[in-house]
């Protein structure tokens, strides 16, 4: 899916069942509106009439006599079906009294599904077939069954139920697509953001794993670390195995270096995740990934205040989400981004200031939306997620965000967050 493009590509979430039975329902009450009128208001030629409604049964007998009608439709052919239901349908409005009609207003709910179910250009030709059988059954029609006879609209009133079926038929289907593709398109933004909060615990669990095989590991190293030096020391001082044992040595001493490293950062991980941090650590421990290699140099402040900082879990959505803002802000930097932390009696956060161009005033006021970024094409290709996901992320932790553009430097976001009820803060769980 593409939605910075308009979700052209959007997959289709219809299924046959649903259009079978959906088509049961109308083809029931064509044959009883019919029926109705016949019978209790004037006769009508059945044979051309109920031969339309039979055209519809006839399809879904068809339909359900087939395997799995419970499967799923691709996107042309759950149009095809729409289209099919807008020509019976005008076809039968047609032969029974045209715009005159006032069943003609029905025309709009195939429009209305295939609004909310398809993507933009099957809901463009799908649309306008229904405005053009509008037009053909205002031009071509046959009588209005009325039990006066020689009953006939005058021309003007039967132009303006024309424009106005046509106004209607676009406005139906321009509106509930783009309330429908809304609704796809935050759908998507949220399964992203679910997806990178997985991802951040993925890796502190991948963390764990790598510590726990150093662990066991480490033992039968050790041994081949030994009998190593052991060997060693029994050759002779030429012997052409000398430069080989020096060399596995060495080996086996950076495999022992590099388990001692990760042995040692699960410790630290295990007791940051056990006892809480200090909040301007956490604030750090988010921009650690982001500043190693970056353009321009993170410097970290304190607001003064006379309270000890508080302390907070070590939570995944606070390091990713900080973290991204981070590193947009040194990504826009020209030489530096400050990052300020504060609290006092009523909550705590953390002012991210860097001294790029700051933010297109075309986008400020939308930021936080998905798929929105102020990137050119010439960055290479972005979703616009990135601020929506930590944004969401944040959320769940009770964050306020907050986007501006510095007076004197660049883009400004401020992340807060207040105290709970029972004293703690939000950020803290």
Request: proline share 7%; charged share 20%; with cysteine.
């Amino acid at each position: 899916m593409t939605p910075e493009t308009g979700n052209d590509r959007t997959p289709s979430r219809t299924r046959l069942s649903a259009l079978i039975l959906l088509r049961w329902l109308a083809a029931g009450g064509q044959a009883a509106t019919i029926w109705v009128v016949h019978l209790a208001v004037a006769p009508l030629d059945l044979l051309p009439a109920l031969s339309t409604v039979a055209c519809s049964v006839l399809l879904n007998l068809g339909l359900t006599v087939l395997p799995g009608p419970a499967r799923g439709l691709d996107e042309n052919s759950a149009a095809r079906h729409l289209a099919f239901d807008i020509v019976q349908l005008a076809v039968l409005i047609g032969l029974t009294g045209g715009l005159g009609n006032p069943f003609c207003l029905f025309l709009l709910a195939p429009v209305a599904v295939a609004a909310a179910l398809l993507p933009r250009r099957h809901v463009t030709w799908l649309t306008a077939l229904a405005m053009a059988a509008v037009l053909v059954i205002g031009c071509w029609h046959g009588p209005l069954p009325w039990p006066e006879a020689g009953f006939h609209m005058p021309p003007l009133y039967r132009l303006g139920a024309a424009v106005a079926l046509l106004v209607g038929v676009v406005s139906v289907s321009y509106f509930t697509w783009r309330i429908a593709e809304e609704g796809r398109r935050m759908a998507a933004a949220y399964a992203e953001s679910h997806l990178a909060l997985a991802q951040e615990r993925r890796a502190a669990e991948i963390g764990a794993l790598a510590a726990a095989v150093a662990h066991e590991v480490n033992t039968p190293l050790a041994t081949v670390c030994l009998l190593a030096q052991e060997i060693d020391a029994q050759l002779e001082g030429e012997d052409p195995l000398k430069p080989d044992m020096a060399l596995l040595m060495a080996q086996a001493a950076r495999c022992r270096d590099t388990l001692a490293r990760l042995t040692h950062q699960r410790d630290r991980d295990r007791a940051v995740e056990a006892e809480r941090v200090p909040f301007p650590a956490l604030v750090e421990m988010a921009a650690a990934p982001h500043a190693e290699g970056a353009p321009a140099r993170i410097a970290f402040r304190q607001l003064p205040t006379t309270l000890p900082p508080p302390w907070v879990e070590r939570s995944p959505e606070i390091l990713h989400g900080l973290g991204n803002f981070i590193q947009n802000a040194l990504q826009f930097a020209r030489t530096q981004v400050e990052v300020a932390t504060w609290w006092d009696e009523s909550g705590m956060g953390v002012r991210i200031v860097d001294d790029g161009p700051g933010f297109p005033l075309h986008v400020l006021d939308r930021l936080g939306e998905p798929y929105l970024s102020a990137r050119s094409a010439s960055d290479g290709p972005h979703l616009g997620l990135g601020v929506f996901i930590a944004m969401t992320l944040l959320a769940r932790t009770g964050a306020r965000i907050t986007f501006d553009n510095d007076a004197e430097r660049g883009a400004d976001v401020a992340v807060e967050w207040g105290k709970r009820n029972d004293g703690h803060f939000a950020a803290g769980r």
